[in-house]
């Protein structure tokens, strides 16, 4: 672990607060994550897991509070630029380019590596050529890594779903994020590729060097793979701290269980 | 400059012999494959429905031809410049009126279309008002203006196989999974409506320089809707497609003269069949292979039935 990005939190939000009329989606809730920390956010339906998602990544402006990542303040950029600055995230529903090709949702993910111009493009340059070669190496090295080298050509909403939710993580990767946000990776997975998916998203950290916030229902996905966990219940943040900890806490068991005081 | 590109076009029709009229269909042909590809990157690969583009025509046809009767700018220059001020005009109504979404930015760009053409009507000192503006030169002959087609092909292709042409797409696709990978949807539509601007000026141009005189009441809303149902029929998504597909409008009018008043009723027939049986167009997201096309040829007379019709889909 590279020890000046360690002293530097790679996302710290403060006091964040959301409202959607008189509903509080988050409230007042903080976190700090450290570089190559994977952190888990729980919490049942409806607890705003994706609404901080949404607020990390520009989709939402907080009402109040402060998002700062590696220590630079991105409350209320844009989606794009929080993107190009280095957070990358797979959504809860996924969202591919249906119609393009398996490759095509990687490359168009790496647009930032095709520095390239209009006339460059247009003439098809040494410049161009090198660029585009770039990038489909790149693309295929980030395919062969999630396993899809063979699919390349095919269409992604042809894929079934396990290999969309890859998929939708390699074209994350192929922005160079620092911190990657997954939403519910493992819904729908049955127990064997939930498993899985816990070495594959280790991996990833380990292989990338990266931090990764993560919402999971799937408590055994969780015990696994966090370093650390925040439970959320109706916005408010119920209990901080490692997977085996909150599992205890009684006001986690109330929300989950369902209040059988 | 004008005469010598003249002469040269006679030589080249006399010597194939052909005749002045297929001259002019061949001309027409080429500005509506100008028009419609601009209409093809906008709404083909972004997604984005423009009934003002004969607003856009007009712009770049009323520039040129002020330019070259009133200020006599070289015809070539007055094309590069009443293009490129068909694009400014779109980048800036792009700019206040694209972060509207959907059928907004559809009623904007109609209601645009139709001042443009109420301008062009009530300013009769610049423009000649209803009357039409008459004595531009004669520079689209059809040399020229299949050059042009070529050239503006080329341009479109190159465009969309490139980052730009897959960033567009991606918004088409999924907007808020294209801004999550860092591409800024808003200037991607603005860029590409801007482009559809540029390539409808240019068309505007190049009628102009054929017919010698235009009048406002060409570009109004029905050429605008023909532009669209043109990209639609040709298949979105695909440059080839709309290449086909104006092609195809261009000249079935021309084959069936007599049926000419029933225009508009046979574009909403052939709109409303593609819709109910091939959704996607002629050639709707898929580009025209040559090497696909022979081997379907192939496949067709090998004998091979049942792969040939998977292939056609």
């Not at chain 1, 994550?33 to 949404?54: D, M, Q, V, Y």
């Not at chain 1, 390239?116 to 295929?140: C, S, V």
């Not at chain 1, 699919?151 to 160079?176: C, D, F, T, V, W």
Request: charged fraction near 15%; charge should be positive.
């Amino acid at each position: 672990m590279n020890k000046e990005t360690a002293s530097v939190p790679v996302l710290e939000m403060q006091n964040v607060e959301k409202h959607f009329g008189g509903v509080h989606a988050i409230d007042n809730f903080s976190v700090k994550i450290e570089h190559g920390r994977i952190h888990g956010l729980i919490g049942p339906n409806g607890a705003g897991k994706t609404t901080i998602f949404n607020n990390i990544t520009g989709i939402y402006a907080p009402d109040s509070g402060k998002i700062f990542f590696l220590g630079k303040d991105i409350t209320g950029s844009s989606p794009h630029k929080v993107a190009q600055l280095g957070i990358g995230r797979t959504f809860q529903n996924i969202r591919l380019f249906s119609n393009l090709s398996v490759m095509d949702n990687v490359i168009i993910a790496s647009n930032m590596d095709a520095t390239y111009n209009m006339p460059q493009a247009i003439f098809h340059t040494a410049k161009y050529k090198e660029r585009e070669k770039h990038l489909n190496d790149k693309a295929m090295n980030l395919l062969e890594i999630v396993g899809l080298q063979d699919k390349a050509a095919e269409r992604a909403n042809s894929l079934p779903y396990g290999h969309q939710r890859k998929l939708e993580i390699a074209r994350a990767m192929a922005l160079e994020p620092k911190l990657l946000l997954l939403d519910e990776p493992a819904a729908g997975m049955n127990a064997d590729e939930s498993l899985e998916l816990v070495d594959f998203v280790r991996q990833i950290r380990d292989r990338f060097d990266i931090t990764i916030l993560m919402i999971e229902h799937h408590m055994d996905v969780v015990t696994n793979l966090c370093d650390y966990c925040t439970v959320l219940n109706f916005g408010k943040t119920i209990a901080v701290g490692t997977p085996a900890e909150v599992k205890s806490d009684p006001e986690v068991i109330r929300a989950y269980l369902g209040g059988n005081e | 400059m004008i005469q010598v590109f003249n002469a040269i076009n006679n030589a080249f029709c006399n010597f194939f012999g052909i005749n002045s009229y297929i001259q002019g269909v061949v001309v027409l042909m080429c500005v509506n494959i100008i028009a419609v590809l601009g209409m093809s990157v906008l709404t083909g690969f972004t997604r984005l429905f423009s009934f003002g583009n004969a607003g856009f025509m007009s712009i770049g046809a009323y520039a040129v031809a002020i330019l070259t009767v009133r200020y006599h700018v070289n015809f070539l220059l007055a094309i590069v410049l009443g293009s490129a001020f068909a694009g400014l005009v779109a980048y800036l109504l792009g700019s206040i009126t694209l972060k509207l979404h959907g059928d907004y930015f559809l009623i904007t760009c109609l209601g645009f279309g139709e001042c443009v053409r109420v301008l062009f009507n009530y300013t009769k000192k610049l423009t000649g008002g209803s009357a039409g503006f008459p004595g531009i030169p004669n520079y689209s002959n059809m040399l020229f203006a299949v050059i042009c087609a070529v050239l503006a092909f080329f341009i479109a292709w190159r465009f969309i196989h490139s980052k730009y042409g897959r960033n567009l797409t991606s918004v088409r696709e999924n907007e808020l999974a294209a801004e999550a990978v860092g591409i800024d949807a808003f200037r991607f539509k603005r860029m590409s409506f801007t482009f559809s601007a540029i390539y409808a000026g240019w068309a505007g141009a190049l009628y102009g320089g054929y017919l010698m005189y235009i009048v406002p009441s060409s570009f109004n809303l029905a050429k605008s809707c023909e532009l669209i149902t043109t990209t639609v029929i040709g298949g979105l998504g695909s440059l080839t497609g709309s290449l086909l597909g104006a092609i195809i409008v261009t000249l079935l009018p021309e084959i069936f003269r007599g049926l000419a008043n029933y225009r508009m009723l046979l574009y909403g027939i052939a709109v409303v069949l593609i819709i109910m049986f091939k959704p996607s167009g002629l050639y709707g997201y898929k580009e025209f292979s040559l090497k696909r096309f022979i081997a379907n040829i192939k496949k067709l007379f090998g004998g091979k039935k049942p792969a040939a019709g998977k292939e056609a889909e």
